[in-house]
């Protein structure tokens, strides 16, 4: 492949097929934001610190600031976008940030739910500390990660009384 | 929605489903792409600049340089900085533009169809430089033989002073005294959003710029300033603020936007135009909290009685004022403390240096005062043996008090009232709860020997609302609507300019409406941060908001009641809140009467250090806020939270390198900001509420007072713990290992 030349790219995205015209080294957050024009993936750092551009690749959390498109050609991806329902109906962990104020300027937001949505679709009953530990990984300068916290747990406990 | 009670947050639905558009997200699809290109040079003269390979890059559509801005200059309270630095410009500028006296001066604004052909054309600009001798710090810039701005005689631009009583009689008459020299570091506010723009000429001729900020009515005089344009003839708009923190008060794409919109509307191009920055342009091209070196002298009784205190401050304002003269103030008010001081000495002095200008930060010099005064109060505890609560208690402000200035302080004060509250949720007397053993590296168990536990204490005050005579207001308006023959309104509209920075301002509006109104919380609708919709409410800055916004839209739903009771339909009010006037202090004494509202804080924070590794684990903070009213109290708690996350990270981790006026680590991978693994295990927040006689509903502000008390409560921890005291930060485990190897602990 060449770095300038652009490529026809298949993206999985919410369940969507979408085709992408960009170089080989495109980044699957530019994708999204940039040809997609999924903006709710954010942007922080640039290198993989901060967590902010977490979306789900085959239901695993991935930085993709960090990611080339053409790695997931085909695979599903998952953004913020396409957490909540068709009609609108908000996702559990959407509704926990919301109950819990798990966020303030929000902009680390879709990047704590991506990653909280991968912990609880895997364990709806997770501990403080496997909390903890999921999202050691992502970074918010505003809220001190107490509601944050309080929010994965309540999105746990949405997510087990949906089930009953 | 009564006040006092939690709403959901009116942002909150956008937040979570990525509906909300930060500055970088509502690009237009056909817009302009451009990239500011920074001098690079901390100290040097342009000798000559060549942009012809720039312009004939593929893609460029044009460049913009110091030619294209009718006065070239900037500064929020000191026109010191030139917008571009530039061989052509129109001469209309206080400040020479030929020398570029920070590494983050604007070149040229490179325009083109993609930000890849802007970025690569930006490469071409082929430039002379000769380099300066460079002042690159206060110890280099003070001996005044390099000068920073040679249109001065001195790099020492800014000085205040305090004389009260006689502070050599007054340390003649102690029976102890506590010296030191203390040293404050930089700060980057690492806001998760990093600045970006979008600006183009809109249907009324207007040059306008979408970006973030705390301040859209600032950010349009400061445009409207460099374009030689009335302001009606300049919009300003915010998108969703990714964080501010004070970060985003000084201009950064504001003004270079909006020349750049005016040049390619002057040239018939039809578009807008979008620059972001990369998080290195962010870290490089923004203003950092002030590093300081303070020596300061506290004289009391052997009981405990404060007899003088003398300090000089000396803060490092960087190349540029932007903010520092204010943040001097702060700073020089609270460097003696929320303490009865009868006699003082105290000279703060701002400094330029070739170096990153220091600016706004929560706290804006009071986390800096604060680490000074409460650590000398700390240590006086300890040399005395005394309580440190009960030495603070004895001599505590009150509302007798004529405090620093000599002008007594703004009624209510509440410095008794949180010490009080704190020491009965965290005696000093009281055993540590045994905290689980820790080890930052799981592979490597804590040895039980080397963990040590300490307990530290801290108190203060902070302002809230603009300080020194500035001319403080702010604006509200709302419009009622509802039938001729209705009773009450059943739609409120409200139009604010409060910037949302994520403290949820606009949440806290909405409700104070609807509750003042005796609406529900749906029925408000609210239109923010416009100067095309909205007054001027001043910045989102000095924890100001609540208080002086809550007031403004109090007296503007009282007048749409007046207009709505004449049988008005829709009926809108318009109001100006303005508190009472402050005043600068007298040169000579620092006499006047500073503010006219203030929030006080007490903190108790638990430690554990490894005295092995130096590591240091912050076990609990219980942080005490006298607030007036918690109008939504969730929000504050997180306010709260949030702060001392902030705070721990500038006590602890994060390190900003600047070495010859070059920040040497600008990226979050080597400025490290606290994860969810690093912050306080807990944090108690014990939520006070005398009421401000002039607040809404009482409120005084928050935002920034957990900041100020935390750095010295953890010192002070440190001390219990390890009995070392360590006068500067962050405490790495490099700095605490060897302050106890010099201890011999
Ligand atoms: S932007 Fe990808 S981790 Fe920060
Ligand atoms: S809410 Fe602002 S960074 Fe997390």
């Not at chain 2, 000559?48 to 801005?69: C, I, W």
């Not at chain 2, 400040?95 to 590494?103: H, I, K, L, M």
């Not at chain 2, 710029?209 to 344009?229: F, K, P, Y």
């Not at chain 2, 109008?631 to 939270?641: C, K, N, S, T």
Request: hydrophobic share 40%; net charge negative; glycine share 10%.
């Amino acid at each position: 492949m060449n770095a300038e030349e652009s490529y026809e790219i298949r993206l999985k995205v919410n369940g969507r097929t979408q085709h992408v015209t960009a170089p080989a080294r495109r980044l699957l957050s530019d994708a999204l934001r940039g040809e997609l024009g999924l903006t709710g993936t954010h942007v922080g750092c640039e290198h993989g610190v901060c967590g902010c551009c977490t979306v789900l690749v085959d239901g695993a959390p991935v930085r993709s600031c960090l990611t080339f498109a053409v790695a997931v050609q085909d695979k599903d991806i998952r953004t913020v976008e396409g957490l909540a329902a068709g009609d609108g109906e908000l996702h559990p962990v959407q509704e926990a940030f919301k109950e819990c104020h798990g966020l303030q300027c929000g902009f680390c937001t879709p990047g704590f739910l991506m990653t909280a949505c991968a912990l609880i679709e895997q364990n709806n009953d997770p501990t403080e500390q496997e909390i903890t530990e999921a999202i050691a990984g992502n970074l918010c300068r505003c809220t001190g990660y107490q509601n944050i916290r309080a929010a994965v747990r309540r999105a746990a406990e949405i997510t087990r009384s949906d089930k009953r | 929605m009564a006040v006092g009670t939690d709403s959901a947050r009116v942002d909150a639905v956008d937040k979570v489903t990525g509906l909300a558009l930060y500055p970088a997200d509502a690009v237009p699809k056909d817009a302009l792409h451009a990239v500011v290109v920074f001098t690079n040079q901390p100290h040097a003269r342009l000798v000559s600049m060549d942009l012809s390979k720039t312009v004939a890059s593929p893609g460029v559509v044009t460049v913009v340089t110091a030619a294209d801005v009718p006065v070239n200059e900037y500064g929020l309270t000191l026109f010191d900085q030139p917008v571009f630095i530039g061989l052509d410009d129109t001469g209309r500028s206080s400040v020479p533009c030929d020398v570029s006296r920070w590494e983050a001066d604007h070149l040229v604004v490179v325009v083109a169809e993609s930000l890849s052909e802007a970025r690569r054309a930006s490469a071409l600009i082929d430039t002379e430089w000769e380099p300066l001798p460079m002042a690159s710090d206060v110890a280099s810039a003070k001996a005044d033989e390099i000068l920073v701005h040679p249109g001065s005689s001195t790099n020492t631009y800014h000085t205040l002073q305090i004389r009260k009583g006689d502070a050599v009689l007054g340390m003649e008459a102690a029976d102890v005294i506590i010296e030191g020299t203390y040293e404050l570091p930089h700060q980057e506010h690492a806001y998760l959003q990093v600045e970006a723009a979008t600006a183009w000429i809109d249907e009324q001729d207007r040059v306008t710029v979408e970006t973030s900020g705390q301040w859209v009515h600032e950010d349009r005089e400061q445009i409207a300033h460099a374009l030689a344009v009335d302001e009606e003839e300049v919009r300003v708009r915010y998108a969703a603020i990714g964080g501010a923190f004070g970060g985003k008060e000084d201009m950064s794409l504001q003004i270079v936007m909006a020349v750049t919109a005016r040049k390619l509307g002057a040239l018939g191009i039809n578009r807008s135009v979008h620059c972001g920055w990369s998080r290195e342009e962010s870290i490089v091209g923004h203003h950092k909290r002030h590093r300081a070196t303070v020596t300061a002298r506290l004289g009391a009784t052997s009981e405990g009685f404060i007899t003088a205190v003398e300090a000089d401050v000396w803060l490092d304002a960087g190349a540029y004022n932007y903010t520092s003269n204010k943040v001097l103030g702060n700073l020089h008010l609270s460097v003696a403390g929320a303490y009865n001081v009868p006699n003082a000495r105290i000279d703060s002095r701002a400094i330029y240096t070739h170096s990153v200008p220091g600016g706004a930060f929560r706290g804006f010099g009071g986390p800096q005062g604060a680490f000074v005064a409460e650590s000398q109060m700390n240590k006086l505890a300890s040399k005395l043996g005394m309580d440190p609560m009960e030495l603070r208690q004895r001599n505590a402000l009150t509302d007798l008090s004529d405090g620093i200035t000599q002008s007594g302080l703004p009624e209510g004060v509440g410095v008794t009232r949180v010490i009080d509250a704190c020491v009965e949720r965290v005696p000093p007397s009281e055993e540590l709860p045994e905290y689980p053993p820790f080890s930052p590296i799981a592979s490597l168990p804590a040895k039980a020997e080397q963990l040590r536990q300490g307990r530290g204490y801290a108190v203060g005050m902070k302002n809230v609302g603009f300080s020194f005579g500035f001319p403080e207001a702010c604006e509200a308006d709302v419009v009622f609507h509802g039938d001729a023959d209705e009773e009450r309104p059943n739609r409120v509209e409200l139009f604010h300019s409060a910037a949302e920075v994520g403290q949820g301002v606009h949440t806290a509006l909405t409700q104070m409406v609807a509750y003042a109104v005796g609406l529900d919380f749906e029925s408000v609708d609210g239109f923010f941060s416009d100067t095309s919709t909205g007054g001027d409410s001043g910045s989102a800055s000095a924890s100001r908001l609540t208080f002086m916004a809550g007031n403004s839209v109090l007296g503007a739903v009282e007048e749409a009641e007046k207009a709505w009771a004449d049988g008005a339909r829709p009926a809108a009010g318009h109001f100006r809140y303005k508190p009472p006037m402050t005043e600068a202090l007298d040169p000579e004494t620092g006499e006047g009467q500073p503010n006219f509202c203030y929030g006080y804080m007490a903190q108790a924070v638990d430690l554990t250090v490894d005295v092995g590794t130096g590591h240091i684990r912050v076990d609990r903070v219980v942080s005490v806020h006298d607030v007036g009213k918690a109008i939504h109290p969730q929000m504050l708690r997180g306010q709260i939270e949030g702060a001392i996350a902030q705070a721990h990270g500038y006590t602890l981790s994060e390190q900003l390198v600047v070495e010859n006026g070059r920040i040497q680590n600008p990226r979050l991978s080597q400025y490290l900001i606290p994860g969810i693994g690093d912050v306080p295990a807990r944090v108690d927040c014990v939520i006070l509420e005398a009421a401000d006689p002039l607040g809404p509903w009482g409120a005084r502000g928050v935002s920034e007072m957990p900041y100020i008390t935390y750095a010295p409560a953890v010192t002070a921890a440190l001390y219990d713990a390890a009995g070392i005291w360590i006068n500067k930060f962050p405490l790495t485990p490099s700095v605490v290992l060897e302050h106890l190897a010099s201890a011999e602990i």
